[in-house]
């Protein structure tokens, strides 16, 4: 079995640079946290440990005076003298808590708990009492009391704030640059898109989401404006059409009958283009929007196509109609949408055939599906044509088509949303010369 080939290097940067905002905030706030729980935690034990000492060098003197002192007392030991050398007050006091004696600089007030140790010891007078206090000066962390600890802890808080506010700040400057950026795009302009190069997290998912609507909403928006140019484009060339054949009647028309008729008779053939023109405009229009109705019945595909032949044949004598149908063969769709469909290709291959060509229809039932065809021996597609011929308004050389005729170029498209509309395909077969073959996959049963 074959190992799988380690992803690559920039792939593997990418994984592992991707963090969440949740777990970078987590990360940033805990670590924070942290810092804090730790300086909390070593000034204590540095301020528990300094008085530890201090009480500890002041046990350890306590201690020696009061196991020596019967013994100082006999051999006169310069207690001054030793209290001065160590910066400490010594007090002998009494049985009656009278201060006897004292020994070194004066403390100036009375020790601190912390500040001061005693012992008991025997002397020429009985029991006293050996009370040492250090002189050093508590320190920083002597003076220390509970409301500057709280103090401090208030300003390593104070601190933390500041820091998280920072760290915040630094991590919604990806949402400001992609506020601002989104307040730069209108209507007029909707080629701005959000940098998705230096975010790693949540936010690049964001904004790739965000740009994806702007890639439709930008595709809608040209095709809107590219199909408002079109729809203008093919309305300008009849109305100049009737205008030019109005202007005849009104110079000539009173006074000669065929100019009249040659003229009335090309007014109704371009308002029937119009008319036609406008409608198509209006489906898709309602397409667009998914406000075209589609009513599924069940009906026989075979009948409707025997239907669309008979008709055709009858306003189109210059084509050799023929038609492969199978007999029965039924489904669920809407009839006239199949219907329209049906004759909008059927238009193509009428207006692409010469004089005396053969146009075939077809109808069969393939997997379970109804397939319909039209075929013709017309001069068929370039192959550069081919990806374009269902685009709206798309048109091919007009120097190809069949004396000269043009078409609005929306037939083929609103045959494949009617197609695709009923959850089937549509595809096309051509090569120039060789004819065209149009096929359409409608599902027997209504797609879900």
């Known amino acids: 079995m074959k190992a799988a080939k380690p ?10 640079m991707k963090w969440s905002i949740a777990f970078k905030t987590t990360a940033l706030y805990t670590a924070l946290f942290g810092l ?47 209290a001065q050398a160590n910066r400490i007050h010594i007090d002998v006091v009494g049985p009656r808590r009278n201060i006897l004696a004292s020994y070194g600089p004066d403390p100036g007030r009375q020790p601190s708990p912390y500040s ?15 009370r040492v206090a250090d002189l050093e000066g508590p320190g920083f962390a002597g003076r220390l009391t509970t409301g500057g600890f709280l103090a401090i802890l208030a300003g390593m808080l104070a601190l933390a704030a500041v ?27 909707l080629s701005t898109r959000i940098d998705t190069v230096h975010s790693h997290d949540e936010l690049k998912e ?41 202007n005849l009647l009104r110079r000539w028309g009173g006074e000669d009958r065929a100019v009249r008729g040659e003229a009335v008779g090309k007014i109704i ?13 209006l489906f898709l229009a309602r397409a667009d929007r998914s406000t075209q109705a589609v009513r599924f019945e069940r009906f026989d595909f075979s009948a409707l196509m025997r239907e669309i032949l008979e008709e055709t ?41 010469p004089k005396g060509g053969e146009i075939s229809l077809s109808c069969r039932r393939r997997d379970g ?56 395909k549509i595809g096309v077969r051509s090569s120039p010369g060789a004819g065209t073959t149009v096929t359409m996959v409608f599902p027997a049963s209504p797609a879900a």
């Open 7 to 16: 992803a690559p290097p920039h792939r593997r940067r990418r994984r592992k």
């Open 36 to 82: 804090i729980l730790a300086a909390a935690a070593g000034g204590s034990a540095w301020v528990l440990t300094s008085r530890s000492i201090r009480l500890e060098r002041l046990n350890r003197v306590a201690s020696f005076v009061a196991d020596r002192f019967p013994g100082m007392e006999r051999e006169h030991f310069d207690l001054e003298t030793f």
């Open 116 to 130: 001061e140790a005693a012992r008991q010891a025997l002397s020429r007078e009985g029991p006293v009492l050996i």
């Open 163 to 189: 820091c998280g506010a920072l760290l915040v700040r630094r991590m919604m400057r990806p949402v400001r640059e992609m506020d601002r950026t989104i307040r730069q795009i209108s209507a007029n302009d």
């Open 206 to 246: 964001l904004a790739e989401t965000f740009n994806g609507m702007l890639d439709r909403l930008q595709k809608s928006y040209e095709q809107q404006t590219r199909f408002v140019s079109d729809a203008s484009h093919e309305l300008r060339t009849p109305l100049s059409v009737i205008s030019g054949y109005a």
């Open 269 to 281: 053939e371009e308002t029937e283009n119009m008319r036609r023109l406008v409608e198509r405009m």
């Open 313 to 353: 044949g009858l306003f189109d004598p210059e084509h050799v109609f023929t038609a492969q149908i199978e007999p029965g063969v039924s489904g669920a769709a809407d009839r006239a949408l199949v219907k329209q469909a049906v004759r909008a290709v059927l238009e193509n291959s009428i207006k692409f055939t």
């Open 369 to 424: 599906a109804v397939e319909l065809a039209v075929r013709d021996e017309g001069i068929g597609i370039p192959p550069e044509d081919l990806p374009h011929i269902f685009d709206r308004f798309y048109k091919a050389d007009a120097s190809r088509t069949r004396g000269g005729k043009s078409s609005s170029g929306l037939g083929l498209s609103i045959a494949k949303w009617i197609v695709e509309r009923h959850g089937g």
